[in-house]
């Protein structure tokens, strides 16, 4: 695929893993932010989320793991995947799904209360709650991975692949990263070096810039 691809995205947010495929694909594209309610509603009426991916042939696409899986098909030569007939493809699917609907999904919740529980006054223990779940969900993800230390130092041994990218940016969120490196320490160690990744270094800097005491809650 050749041309130029448009990220509807927003600093921070898990649009940031589909910038850091792109970037190690080596793919162009042009960054629109949609960083608020109101600029989502005026540029993607339909679904107002990021990220949304327009690919050079007018395909779009929501939904972050979707469109990291098919970034790693579309660019083989990258090894951003295992591939179809790689042993580790099976579990490589299974985690990107479960980063999605096991963690990344509680956000829309986390990120306002208020839209299943209407009582302002329980929306802090709302959020403690889903915090604490996102934890056991790393650590849950780390015991079922840890076969996978003897082949590499990333996820699924070799890599790194968009499921370490996924896990990177996720991982910032709240509760940010402390917790999940005492949860997941083999992870934390895998998305580490994402963060060290000469590649990427650039876009960090640009769209989820590391500083003094980022990691904390």
């Known amino acids: ?15 940031v893993a589909v910038e850091a495929a792109l970037t190690l694909a080596g793919q162009p594209y042009e960054l629109v932010d949609a960083p608020d ?19 050079p042939d007018g395909e779009r696409m929501t939904e972050s793991e979707a469109i990291l899986i098919r970034l790693a098909e579309l660019f083989p030569n990258a090894h951003l995947a295992p591939g179809p007939a790689d042993p580790a493809r099976g579990q490589f699917l299974r985690w990107m799904s479960f980063v999605a609907t096991q963690v990344y999904a509680h956000y829309w919740l986390k990120d306002d209360p208020s839209r299943l529980v209407p009582d302002a006054t329980l929306h802090a223990q709302v959020s403690r709650r889903i915090e604490a779940r996102i934890v056991d969900c790393w650590a849950f993800m780390e015991r079922e991975t840890a076969s996978f230390a003897d ?3 990333w996820i699924l041994g070799q890599g790194p692949t968009v499921l370490d990218c996924y896990v990177a940016v996720v991982s910032r969120f709240r509760p940010r990263r402390k917790r999940f490196y005492a949860a997941a320490p083999r992870l934390g160690a895998a998305v580490r070096r994402l963060d060290a990744e000469p590649r990427l270094a650039a876009l960090w800097d640009d769209r989820y810039p590391f500083f003094d005491g980022w990691e904390d809650d």
């Open 1 to 15: 695929m050749t041309g130029k691809f448009t990220l509807y995205g927003g600093q921070g947010t898990g649009a």
């Open 37 to 55: 309610a109101q600029t989502l509603a005026r540029l993607l009426p339909q679904m107002r989320q990021v990220p949304q991916l327009v690919f």
């Open 151 to 153: 082949l590499g130092p």
